[in-house]
């Protein structure tokens, strides 16, 4: 052992800049992580073990200068519980890694003429039933997407983009959130799976592009409502733009998914396995270039920025 506290080793260091990667062992990573979904959370809990977690949840390495500004994007609709784990999971986890980075929840909402059902009266839950009831199509990627566009308008400097489900805890520190040569996915070995990769193009879960490598794909999909393909559509625009996928060893890319039922409103999408032959036609009309959405709200809380978005519904 090298320090006596993380106070002793803080001082130790000097502003320089971050290190690339963290070489293993280290002092700043820990490695393989116990990761449990049993012992209840709460966002209070969250704020509290978080401090140095700026409003909106942002945070900056104190002690050098980080290379990367990532924007950490993740689609949203009624997964609050999940959400708890998450923050409580990942804030300190990518602390360790030096990097700096802002968290996005990108929720959901239907249009105006939903909403008009709150002035129903009533109980709370049935008003609340009578929102779920007419909810749209969930779609991940076009939310991906909307964060991509929102996080440059919060702030131009971000460089990095991670995608990330909002049930997905990395079980190693060393997996590192921040963009690389090429495309990366992070999720390479989940406990679903029985911690393999499930195909060779399989690209759900978590990525991260950069924000020209984001660029030169035309972005995500905006086209795939319900569940299913659009990671794989995004995988076929990487390979056929010239760009590989780049990952994690599989000991160290391992992930834990909070158990859950297949959500309302995301229904397996029937047409996604004829989409996915498309990519190569689609790709260039559909994307970040033709995105269109309204905007509903931003909202700065302390452990990351809500962004309410209408995105429509299926043709
Ligand atoms: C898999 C992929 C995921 C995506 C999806 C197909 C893995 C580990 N993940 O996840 O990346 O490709 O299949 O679309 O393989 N969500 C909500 N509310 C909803 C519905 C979805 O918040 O009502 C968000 C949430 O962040 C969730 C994510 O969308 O984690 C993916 O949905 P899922 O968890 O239901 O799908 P799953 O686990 O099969
Ligand atoms: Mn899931």
Redesign the pocket.
Do not use: C, T
């Given at each position: 052992l090298l320090y006596h506290s993380r106070q002793e080793l803080q001082v130790t260091m000097t502003l320089t800049m971050c290190p690339v990667g963290i070489a293993l062992p280290s002092p700043l990573t820990v490695g393989r992580l116990l990761i449990e979904f049993s012992s209840p959370m709460s966002m209070e809990r969250v704020q509290r073990e978080n401090p140095d977690v700026r409003q909106g949840g942002k945070y900056t390495p104190p002690d050098c200068l980080p290379r990367q500004k990532v924007a950490i994007l993740?689609?949203?609709?009624?997964?609050e519980h999940?959400l708890k784990y998450w923050l409580h999971y990942l804030h300190p986890i990518l602390r360790r890694q030096k990097v700096a980075y802002g968290i996005y929840i990108i929720n959901?909402v239907r249009g105006a003429g939903a909403r008009g059902w709150r002035g129903w009266g009533g109980q709370a839950d049935i008003v609340e039933f009578a929102l779920q009831f007419g909810e749209d199509t969930?779609n991940?990627?076009k939310?991906l997407n909307v964060g991509f566009m929102e996080a440059l308008k919060d702030d131009e400097e971000y460089d990095c983009f991670i995608?990330?489900?909002?049930?997905?805890i990395p079980m190693d520190d060393r997996n590192l959130y921040r963009c690389y040569e090429q495309p990366r996915h992070f999720?390479v070995g989940?406990d679903?799976?029985g911690f393999r990769l499930?195909y060779a193009g399989?690209?759900?879960?978590?990525s991260g592009l950069s924000k020209s490598q984001f660029l030169k794909i035309n972005g995500f999909p905006n086209e795939?409502w319900?569940?299913?393909?659009?990671?794989?559509d995004i995988f076929n625009r990487i390979s056929l733009n010239g760009m590989k996928v780049s990952r994690p060893d599989i000991r160290i890319g391992r992930?834990r998914?909070i158990k859950?039922e297949?959500?309302?409103?995301?229904e397996p999408?029937p047409q996604r396995f004829t989409k996915i032959q498309n990519t190569k036609m689609t790709m260039k009309r559909d994307g970040i270039s033709s995105l269109q959405y309204r905007l509903v709200e931003i909202s700065r809380q302390p452990m990351y920025t809500n962004i309410t978005v209408e995105i429509g519904r299926p043709p």
């Open positions: 993740i689609p949203f609709r009624h997964r999940h959901q969930f991940r990627a939310l995608f990330s489900d909002v049930d997905l999720a989940m679903k799976f499930p399989y690209f759900g879960g978590v795939y319900g569940w299913g393909g659009e990671d794989d992930y998914m859950h297949r959500d309302k409103h995301n999408n």
